[in-house]
Nanobody
Framework: QVQLVESGGGLVQAGGSLRLSCAPS????????MAWFRQAPGKEREFVSA????????YDSDSVKGRFTISRDRDANILYLQMNRLIPEDTALYYC??????????????????WGQGTQVTVSS
């Protein structure tokens, strides 16, 4: 059974930075795309960033473009999200997700086969 394990969340002041990590545990996961989503209290889960695992092509939501960077270490099979210039509106539970097949609608959470348990990011003003 494959599990995605996230780490790196925490409490940070506005303007600060955090780096999230996500790695599959268990058997190898031959993912096509991995992504980060987030969910704030009382809100729906929203897309943050995605990356095509082989090509490295990245996609970012407008709300994080220029502040967040998604990347991956193919050899170690680890997904990252570098978050800079954090603002209180970034406060949420952040989830990593993996899709085994290619889908053009990478912002659609329903396309992802595996999810992590979430890591909390809290940005204070």
């Amino acid at each position: 059974q494959v599990q995605l394990v996230e780490s790196g969340g925490g409490l940070v002041q506005a303007g600060g930075s955090l780096r999230l990590s996500c790695a599959p545990s268990g058997r190898p996961l031959y993912q096509n795309t991995m992504a980060w989503f987030r969910q704030a209290p009382g809100k729906e889960r929203e897309f943050v960033s995605a990356i095509r695992w082989n090509s490295g092509i990245e996609y970012d939501s407008d709300s994080v473009k220029g502040r967040f960077t998604i990347s991956r270490d193919r050899d170690a099979n680890i997904l990252y999200l570098q978050m800079n210039r954090l603002i209180p509106e970034d406060t949420a539970l952040y989830y990593c997700a993996a899709a085994l097949k290619y889908y053009s609608d990478y912002t659609n959470s329903g396309r992802y086969d595996y999810w992590g348990q979430g890591t909390q990011v809290t940005v204070s003003s």
